[in-house]
C-alpha cells in the first residue's frame, strides 16, 4: 500500500502499554480506587490489556469497563447517525479513579463525550485519560495523561488500528493519506 | 452502519440491513433504560410532535417516553381535543406544527399513506406510528427485536401470526420484516380475515390453527379489531374463541419453547386464555420494554438520515 507507514508495531505497542500501565500505577497510589473504562472500537481492546498488565503491577484485579459514546456526541444532527456499541460498567464508579482509553487522541470530542456519558453512572473522584496515539488538532481543552506515541499527522491522514484482545503478532498502528 | 434515511414512513421500503441496524442500536437504548438515569442528551434541543388523529395509548406513550428519554421536547396532539374537529385539512395542520418548528413528527393516522403523505410536504423527520390498516413499523421491528433476543436469531424460525391479518397495519410490518430477516412466517385466522391474497407477500396461508401453532417458534396473536371490521366477517366473538382462540387444549400442543407475543391491548378470554397470557413463555411485557428501545433506536437513527439520501430510496 502506498503512502502508508506502521508507525507501532506489535512489539512497539505492548511495550507502549506497558509503559502507560507503571505510568498509572506511579500516579495512583490507591490501586483499589482505579478502574479502567475503554471507549469502543478499539479503546476497549486496550483497557483490556492495559488492566492485565496493571494487575500483575499491583497483585490484584482491575476493573475494567466499556463505555459508549455515541449517544454524547456533540455531531449528532450534522452526520449519520453513529454506531451504537454496548455499555458495560460492572463497577460503582462513585469515588473511583477512571482511566479512560482510548485508540487515538484526535479533536477531543469522543473524551468529551464520554466523560458526559461517565457522569450518567455517577461521580468518580478523578478522571485520568490513557492513549495509544496522539495525533494533535485539538478542537477542545482536552490532554491526555498517559500517551503511547506522539504522532504529528496532517489533517488529510488517517490513523488505523488494527487490535486484537489478546495482543497478536499481527497488530499494527499504520498511518496513510486519506 | 447503514441507515440513511430521514424518515420511518415503512417496512416494506427497508432493507434486511437496516433492519438490524435498527435492532443493533436499539440494543443499546435497551440498557439505558436500565440504568439509575435513563436519560441521553442525543435529541437535546429537538422538538418532536405526536400528532395521533387515530387514538392509541401505549404507542403515544411509548414514543413520548422515548423521546423523553433522548432529551428532545415533546407535544402530544390528539384528534379529539384539535383543529381537525373545526375543519382544517391535515397538512394544515402538519404545516402548522412546522412553523413551530418541530423536528419529527410521528403520525397516527386512519388513512393509509398519510405519513408518506406528510413527508412529501413537510421538512420535519417524519415516523409512522400506523397507518390505516397499512404498516405500524415500529410495532414490527420491537417483535423483530423481541424475537432476535429471545431465540437468538431469526432467520430459519417458523413465526404464526394468528388473528385479524385483514385489518392490521401490524400483521403487513410483521410479515415484511420477518420475511426479509429471513423468517417462515404463517397467517392463520378465519378466512375472511385471512385471505390468500396475503401469499404474495411471501408467506403461507392456511385456516387451520392446530397445524399453524404447531411447529411454530412464535406465535403472534393478532386482536380482533372491532372498530375496522364490519359485523359480517365472523359470526360472533364466542365462536372465534372457539375456532382460533389460544386456549390450554391447543397451548399443550405448541413447541415446549415458542414464544407468545401479542401487540396490546390483549382480550383475555377471547384471542388468548388469561393464564396463557401471563405464562413464561408469554413475552407480552416485554414487548413493551423493547418498544420503548425500539423507538429511541428509531428516533436516534433518523436524526442523521439525509434528505439527499433519501431521494435515492
Redo the contacts between chains.
Sequence with gaps: MPDATVILDATAIQRALTRIAHEIAERNERSADVALVGIPVGGDHLAARLAKILSGIWNHPVPVGIL?T????DD??Q?????????EIPFDVNGKTIVLVDDVLFSGRTTRAAM??LN??GRPKKIQLAVLVDRGHRELPIKADFIGKNVPTALDEKISLLLTESGAAADQVILKKK | ?S??KKHLLDIESLTAEEITTVL??A???K??GE???K?????RG?TVVNLFVEPSTRTRISFELAAQR?SADIVNFSAEASSFKKGETLKDTALNLQALNADFIIIRHSASGAPHFLSRVLNAHVINAGDGAHEHPTQALLDAFTIRERKGKIAGLNVTILGDILYSRVARSDIWALTKLGAKVTLCGPATLVPKTFEKMGCRVTHDVDEAIRDADVINLLRIQHERQRKTMFPSIGEYTQLFGLNKARFAKTKPDALIMHPGPINRGVEIDSEIADCGRSVILEQVTNGLAVRM?VL??V????ALAETVN
Design positions: 459508549d455515541s449517544m454524547h456526541r449528532l444532527d452526520r449519520i447517525a453513529p454506531t451504537v456499541h454496548p455499555t458526559d456519558a450518567d453512572f | 452502519m441507515w440513511t443493533d442500536t440494543r443499546g437504548f440498557a439505558v440504568r439509575a438515569i436519560k441521553v442528551p442525543a435529541l429537538k433522548l433506536a436516534f437513527l436524526n442523521g438520515g439525509k
